[in-house]
């Protein structure tokens, strides 16, 4: 019973370091979406995508994050030059089709990181 | 600013207690609603939601939501607590004309005590 997959679950990186974290959806979903927590606040939208395409990334801040979702292995966010303001939570989130009628979001539990 | 707002940041309440946790968007037209639960160290579950038909919603664990459309809000709510709800709970909504992604509440945690 696979769900979401996340990893790492927690992430230490020093300022100016890359960090990447990966998703990998549950079985037969092809939408994938990333959110960050930042302490004491809920969940922010960064980016939706689909296989191959990225499919909106209006949360996702203009300089240093990026996102992929290749044809074959897992969804990857990408945080280039990280700084402490990176610490965040990080969820991935799939779902099998588009989140219309009602359809909901199956969520992987988390990469924690840290940037000291 | 269109938001989804959430009462209460801490709510401390003792087993067998009601709760009532509250949730409020700010969003027009149609919108599908959701209370997620993160218990601790887990991912969110999804304990109910709200798409269309019967406002009043019930969802897993025994708890229900209750959408009222003209307060914009959709609490949650569960008749009997227990140690085991201790946890943080997540409204969300998804406006319909608002592209592919949730928006979501601040969170509530909740701390049931023995």
């Known amino acids: 019973n696979a769900g979401v997959m996340q990893n790492p679950r927690h992430l230490v990186r020093r300022r100016g370091q890359e960090a990447r974290l990966r998703c990998s959806p549950m079985k037969g979903h092809s939408h994938v979406y990333w959110y960050r927590q930042l302490p004491e606040e809920g969940l922010k939208f960064m980016v939706y995508?689909?296989?191959?395409?990225?499919?909106?990334e209006s949360g996702m801040p203009k300089e240093r994050f990026s996102a992929e979702f290749p044809k074959e292995g897992p969804s990857i966010l990408r945080i280039q030059q990280v700084v402490r303001g990176d610490s965040a939570a990080y969820f991935c989130?799939?779902?099998?089709?588009?989140?219309?009628?009602?359809?909901?979001?199956?969520f992987g539990e988390g990469s924690r990181l840290t940037v000291l | 600013a269109q938001s989804v707002s959430q009462h209460n940041h801490h709510v401390i309440l003792s087993e067998a207690a009601s709760l009532e946790l509250g949730c409020n968007y700010s969003y027009g037209g149609t919108v599908n609603l959701f209370w997620y639960v993160q218990y601790p160290g887990q991912h969110l579950q999804l304990l109910l939601k709200?798409?269309?038909?019967?406002?009043l919603v019930k969802g897993i664990k025994g708890f229900e939501a209750e959408f009222i459309k003209s307060k914009f809000s959709f609490n949650l709510r569960k008749p009997s607590v227990q140690w085991s709800d201790t946890a943080e709970y997540f409204c969300?909504?998804?406006?319909?004309?608002?592209?592919?992604?949730?928006?979501f509440g601040p969170g509530t945690r909740l701390s049931v005590l023995p």
């Open positions: 709200y798409f269309s038909g019967d406002p």
């Open positions: 969300a909504v998804k406006p319909d004309n608002y592209g592919q992604n949730f928006v």
């Open positions: 989130a799939s779902s099998p089709l588009p989140l219309d009628q009602g359809r909901e979001l199956f």
């Open positions: 995508l689909q296989k191959e395409n990225i499919i909106d």
